[in-house]
């Protein structure tokens, strides 16, 4: 197994941004498992998947091919082939994502394919579990945190920019709270901090400081090895 940092947090923030950063400064390949999430997600969406049905839970997930590729240093997310790098970033996909990621059968096949990623190479994966379920070994933890308002600013200047405008900055801090209600009180794999995970808010901190902090404290660990 290679060498493992895992980045935890909330939606919103800055997760995705922050650990691409890091992986590419310090040459770990970046995962983003809220991707692999709302791809499954689309997938139930566009099919009509009833997911109190763990039948046809099960029988989609054996349907689903998940890749994650760099193009032009931009992770593209590709669901059976297609490109959903901005569908599944979507209000709908949002509104679903919370209750189908915390369907067991869903997170344990997640989970598996998380873990598969990290045997010959080393990563950087970011999600809400992963210090605390797929990777509890990991070499590094971070906990990286922003205040609800942060969150939704940035939620919606994203949306903005990938010509997203329909929702509000009222409805996207209404969507950000109750995201994290459902996230930290599911009963499968919460979202919590580990206790040996560092914490980081980065609400008053630009990207490059949280890349900073996040890069030292990768190189005190490597250093100690």
Known sequence: MGFIVAVDGPAGSGKGTV????GERERLIYIDTGAMYRCVTLYMLRNHIDIE???KVKESLENIKIELKIEENKQKVYLNGEDVSLEIRTEKVNQFVSPVSKIAIVREKMTE???KMSQ???IIMEGRDIGTVVFPNADVKIYLDATPEERAKRRLKQNIQNGMTEETYEQILESVK???YI???REIAPLKQAEDAI???SSDM???EVVNKICEIIQEKKNRK
């Not at 650990?19 to 890091?22: E, I, L, P, Q, Y």
């Open 113 to 115: 394919e998380q873990r």
């Open 206 to 208: 630009t990207i490059q």
């Open 120 to 122: 010959s190479q080393d």
């Open 199 to 201: 914490y980081i808010d």
């Open 178 to 180: 109750n995201r994290d």
């Open 183 to 185: 996230d930290s009180h």
């Open 53 to 55: 049905n763990m039948e």
């Open 19 to 22: 650990t691409k950063r890091v």
